[in-house]
């Protein structure tokens, strides 16, 4: 598991200096063992903003993560845009989890850079609407870094390309986060060397007639995973401890 610390220079509310933005790449995962990891660092965040007197405060953190195949529901996702049965997930090797967070249905698997940021938004002077949209703007910037061309699409969240084509229209990058007391939890997940057919068994984030696609797709070849975690953190890390007034 690879580890970094990133000091944060801004002050809360004219009270004392943050605490560390911590790096973490967990490797391939497990989604629940990645679900309770996750869990345990946004309790303490949690916990320490019921009752702050005479405790340290926390670190944040950002999680980096592949999981192995797996399909997760938002809280308030459509169970029905799971495309298949209990029986045809044993047989493609998937599971299937219910979540807590935003957002409808998606696919977590090989070659995807899944990212897991627990923070505590109004230590970054951040709301969550501002939140989401650093998280696009970092994958956004990181793609234009490899001549793809990715944008907003209004009304969705998430990471698209060709966002305005009624036809062409497709997702590289996925967004589902929980909010609690202005800490995050659960993510992004950008589609480097993906398989997309396992996105054939959903409708992914609920759209029927919305594509998906991968760095790999676009540019023609495999990309190299570690290279763009690397990138990808170093842009996350240098937004969350700009953001804010």
């Known amino acids: 598991m ?19 933005i911590v790096f973490e790449d967990l490797g391939l995962m497990d989604y629940q063992e990645a679900w309770d990891y996750q869990e345990e660092r946004f309790n303490r965040l949690v916990d320490y903003k019921r009752q702050p007197e005479g405790k340290p405060i926390p670190n944040q953190y950002l999680l980096f993560c592949e ?16 495309l298949i049965r209990q029986e045809f997930l044993e047989k493609i090797g998937a599971s299937y989890y219910k979540t807590n967070r935003g957002g409808d249905i998606t696919y977590h698997g090989p070659g995807q850079v899944v990212g897991y940021p ?13 939140y989401v949209k650093l998280l696009e703007d ?30 062409k229209a497709r997702k590289i990058c996925a967004i589902g986060v929980r909010s609690g007391r202005h800490v995050t939890m659960h993510g992004f997940a950008l589609n480097v060397n993906t398989n997309l057919d396992f996105f054939s068994y959903i ?9 998906v696609t991968s760095m790999t797709r676009e540019l023609g070849q495999a990309q190299d995973f570690t290279t763009i975690k690397e990138q ?13 007034p």
Not at 204 to 209: A, I, K, M, S, Y
Request: proline share 4%; charged share 20%.
């Open 118 to 130: 627990i923070l505590d938004l109004e230590r970054l002077g951040l709301g969550l609407k501002q």
């Open 67 to 82: 999981h192995p195949h797996v399909y997760t529901l938002g809280k308030s996702g459509d169970e029905h845009n799971l």
């Open 2 to 20: 690879q580890k970094s610390m990133h000091p944060s220079q801004k002050d809360t509310m004219g009270a004392k200096k943050e605490g560390l």
């Open 232 to 244: 990808l953190r170093d842009i996350l890390m240098r937004e969350f401890l700009s953001a804010g």
């Open 138 to 167: 970092s994958i956004i910037e990181l793609l234009a870094n490899y001549g793809i061309n990715a944008t907003q699409m209004e009304g969705a969240t998430g990471v698209w390309l060709d966002a305005t084509h009624p036809v």
């Open 203 to 211: 409708h992914p984030c609920g759209f029927e007639t919305k594509g």
